[in-house]
């Protein structure tokens, strides 16, 4: 699904990624552990460009995304984001968290359409018959796209059984209920990849477990997820690729048990010898 070649990221004289290569396939569930800034999650907003790399490639659907001159937008639209303080919409109710991207870019894409076709139109005035261009087929309207949105909004609040707060605003919910709201916002989207920069991390302990649950539930499905994480024991039961990145490289990957059971990396036994 992703394919990241030789990826490097620089902030001045710092080398925060150097040289990172990694294969995410389809339904994977990769957990990325390591020390404070070891550059985790830059390497997380590398891959959907939030941070622009400063080398190498990541391929997805074909397209190297990392590519300046690459429409980007088009491609966070199946790539979720999920950050480690929320970044709910506090001035927006719940329900208008979760709506608002599903909304915005199918109006978007309404609108785009509703152009095309007036230029056709004009265009094709001055056509002959046999050369006049089809427009483009419209089989929705504004208010439809909002009154779906809408009902998948609440259909995801209710899986999280959070449909009686779909009104109200995001200061009045605890914090595991915010990442979780900020979970199903994500999932608005349809995306085929989630990335999660600690999504607990910011969270009060009895709040860890809630979130980690619907993250659960979601490999379960399939989701491809890509997550950092300090949580060894949800990386250890959930995952089936752990990477360890220090000092911006990758210095150790493998499947949960081998990972954590025979680590080989000198760093990464000095690592897990602190945080088991």
């Not at 074909?62 to 001035?91: C, P, S, T, W, Y």
Request: contains cysteine; glycine residues 6%; proline residues 4%.
């Amino acid at each position: 699904m992703i394919d990241v070649i030789n990826l490097r990221k620089q902030f001045g004289d710092v080398q925060v990624l150097n040289g990172i290569s990694i294969k995410i396939e389809k339904g994977d569930i990769m957990c990325v552990i390591g020390p404070s800034g070891s550059g985790k999650s830059t390497f997380l907003r590398c891959l959907n460009c939030m941070e622009d790399p400063t080398g190498g490639s990541i391929i997805f659907h074909g397209e190297d995304i990392a590519d300046m001159k690459v429409d980007i937008n088009k491609h966070r639209r199946k790539m979720g984001m999920v950050f480690q303080h929320f970044n709910l919409f506090n001035n927006k109710t719940v329900i208008q968290n979760i709506m608002l991207a599903p909304v915005f870019v199918q109006c978007q894409d309404l609108k785009k359409a509703k152009r095309k076709n007036s230029l056709t139109k004009l265009t094709n005035v001055f056509r002959k018959a046999q050369n006049k261009k089809e427009l483009v087929p419209i089989t929705t309207t504004k208010a439809q796209i909002k009154k779906e949105a809408y009902e998948h909004a609440m259909s995801l609040l209710k899986r999280i059984g959070l449909e009686e707060k779909a009104d109200v605003y995001p200061s009045t919910l605890s914090g595991g209920q915010k990442q979780r709201v900020a979970i199903v916002r994500a999932l608005a989207m349809n995306p085929e990849v989630i990335l999660f920069d600690e999504p607990t991390s910011a969270l009060d302990p009895e709040m860890v477990g809630e979130v980690l649950d619907l993250m659960k539930a979601l490999a379960k499905e399939g989701m491809t997820m890509i997550i950092v994480t300090h949580e060894m024991g949800f990386a250890r039961e959930v995952a089936n690729k752990v990477l360890f990145i220090d000092e911006g490289q990758i210095l150790e990957s493998g499947a949960p048990e081998e990972f954590f059971g025979n680590p080989k990396n000198p760093r990464l036994k000095e690592f897990l010898s602190k945080v088991l």
